[in-house]
């Protein structure tokens, strides 16, 4: 098992068969993580997902890559942490629906987002903390053989290093 961390765009990651979004609940275009991957993915991607809005609050759902170039997209809906209560309980539950979907699929390679740490206003600390043990006790159940954190800038990705080294 490896885990990695990069800076860059979650929406250009080649050699991961999944990617992972933090989605909104309508599973539409939006900014951050979602407008990276529909962009990258095409419109297929917003007609695929459209039967299936909302996203519930801690769930997970999987799709096509469609233009990306990864097999599978991994829908997931954090809470905003102002405006839901116990987004801490809902993100480990989306991270959990995330980890329920790649070993149901038996994903070998994944790269997932600071999920939740943009417009959603998770502090960067406490995504990381719950991201790291979370994926970290989840993992031994999955086929995983790759996980990429993909981290958009230098600072955050020193967060998610310093907690992702606790548990790997």
Not at 93 to 119: F, H, N, S, Y
Request: contains cysteine; proline residues 6%.
């Amino acid at each position: 098992m490896r885990i990695q961390i990069k800076l860059g765009d979650i929406a250009n990651q080649p050699d991961m068969e999944a990617v992972v979004n933090s989605a909104n609940a309508n599973l539409r275009y939006g900014s951050g993580v979602a407008g990276a991957i529909h962009i990258a993915a095409g419109p297929e991607l917003e007609l695929y997902c459209q039967p299936f809005a909302p996203l519930g609050l801690g769930c997970a759902l999987l799709s096509p890559g469609f233009h990306l170039p990864n097999k599978w997209v991994i829908h997931v809906r954090a809470a905003h942490y102002h405006n839901h209560e116990q987004p801490n309980m809902v993100l480990e539950e989306a991270l959990r629906a995330m980890l329920r979907v790649v070993k149901e699929k038996q994903i070998r390679t994944l790269a997932i987002p600071a999920i939740g740490t943009g417009v959603f206003k998770f502090p960067s600390g406490e995504a990381a903390r719950i991201t790291a043990e979370t994926v970290s006790f989840g993992i031994a159940e999955t086929d995983l053989e790759v996980v990429r954190f993909c981290i958009p800038d230098r600072d955050l990705a020193a967060v998610y290093q310093e907690e992702l080294s606790r548990f790997f």
